[in-house]
Structure formats: C-alpha cells, structure tokens
C-alpha cells in the first residue's frame, strides 16, 4: 500500500482515530530520531509531553501568558503613516481570494 493510499483510507476515522494515529505515528518517529542519533534538537523534545492532556488554563500557565486589562495595550505604534488601514485589508481579501483560487484555503 503506498502513501496515498494510506492518506485516503484514513479520511474515514474519527477525529479521535486521527489524533491517535498521529501520535502513534510521532513517536514512530521519534524513536527512528534516536536510533539513527539523529538532530540533537529532537533528543530534548518530550513526545508524551506534547501528546498530554492539559486544560487551557494549564497550559495558559505553562507558558505564562499574561492578561490583558485594556485594549489599549495591544497597540502599536509603527503603523506606516503612508498606509491606509482600508489598503491593508483590501490586500488581505486579494490574497485570500487568490488562495481560494489556487486551492489553499
């Protein structure tokens, strides 16, 4: 059976079938990486770490997100003064018209 076989005969599961077979097929991976000595970086990276179960408020913790009080504090100051925001979002419709087009979205 050849990849794309493999790709098709997978739309058919769950969600839940296709999160496990991920994970299954990630920490295939892994241990190729480690039995190949393979990239030093992936020798740090903790496959069931990833693969755990936490709560948004956990992993909010995890990484140490901090509130934001006021909206005011998600501003910046660098918009370019010859840019209109009106330009901005026309460029942004174009390309995701474009990406409709070419089959990306």
């Not at 997978?10 to 039995?35: D, G």
Request: aromatic share 4%.
């Amino acid at each position: 059976m050849g990849l794309e076989e493999l790709i098709e005969a997978t739309e058919n599961l769950s969600p839940e079938e296709k999160i496990k077979l991920v994970e299954a097929i990630s920490k295939m991976l892994r241990q190729n990486v480690i039995k190949k000595g393979a990239d030093d970086q992936l020798h740090d990276f903790d496959i069931d770490a990833f693969w755990k179960k936490i709560t948004l408020s956990e992993l909010a913790e995890e990484q140490r997100v901090s509130t934001v009080n006021q909206l005011e504090d998600l501003t910046v100051d660098s918009w370019p003064e010859d840019e209109s925001v009106d330009e901005m979002i026309e460029v942004i419709y174009s390309l995701r018209s474009l990406n409709k087009q070419q089959g990306m979205c």
